[in-house]
């Protein structure tokens, strides 16, 4: 779906606490998924991805979770840090087609030292 | 590896002119690469499908004669905004294909006087 929108959600945590950043995806044919950080300034950086045959994948300090029942996303950042302030989209992505990669709006995480 | 350059990173221009804006894939061979157009506090969103020695693939409402797309080489894709007008200011992130996956330039900053 087209993400539009002139504010993005805002998620404050303390340094050191755990933060968990959640998206709603659209398409049900989308077998791909990737969170991406983007700083201010800058293009999207990869953080992790996950095929639609798991429903949980790990990476260093990150934990990305699928719900395809309910098309839902999650991405959990543990222990997290003043460097992880950024904005974080996910994006879905359909292998059997053109696949082209599809933005979610976006969520802007403040980390408080 | 997988690295993605933009070049200009950032461009302020008159009404009425035109701009190009190169996107090179530093240490591998891309034959699809995107562009997309990013508002502030907005999501990215995709503008085109740039495909080497084809025709590039343009979403729904993005003007082709505007924002023409050539990709030249296995390398370098370029996008030419044609008679920017102050509402064409945005940034301007390419990504590049490489088996399936994207990886992103650092963006260009596009301002229009």
């Known amino acids: 779906g087209e993400s539009v929108g002139l504010h993005l959600p805002t998620l404050s945590v303390q340094e050191g606490d755990n933060s968990i950043i959640n998206c709603a995806y659209s398409?049900?044919?989308?077998?791909?998924f990737i969170w991406y950080k983007q700083e201010s300034g800058k293009g999207p950086q990869f953080i992790i991805d996950i095929r639609s045959n798991m429903d949980k994948r790990q990476g260093q300090r990150v934990t990305v979770l699928l719900n395809k029942t309910v098309k839902h996303l999650s991405l959990q950042i543990a222990a997290t840090q003043p460097g992880d302030s950024a904005v974080y989209f996910c994006a879905e992505n359909n292998r059997g087609s053109q696949g082209n990669l599809i933005f979610g709006k976006g969520t802007k995480l403040s980390v408080k030292p | 590896g997988a690295v993605v350059s933009q070049h200009p990173s950032w461009v302020i221009c008159k009404s009425g002119t035109s701009v190009k804006i190169e996107c090179r894939s530093l240490d591998f061979q891309a034959t699809t690469m995107f562009w997309y157009r990013q508002f502030p506090k907005q999501s990215l969103m995709l503008m085109a499908t740039?495909?080497?020695?084809?025709?590039?693939?343009?979403e729904q409402g993005v003007e082709k004669d505007k924002f023409l797309i050539n990709h030249a080489s296995l390398t370098l894709s370029t996008l030419t905004v044609t008679s920017a007008h102050p509402e064409d200011s945005s940034f301007y992130i390419c990504?590049?294909?490489?088996?399936?996956?994207?990886?992103f330039g650092p963006g260009t900053r596009l301002t229009v006087t």
């Open positions: 740039s495909n080497e020695g084809s025709k590039a693939t343009y």
């Open positions: 990504s590049a294909d490489r088996t399936y996956e994207q990886y």
């Open positions: 398409n049900s044919a989308s077998d791909y």
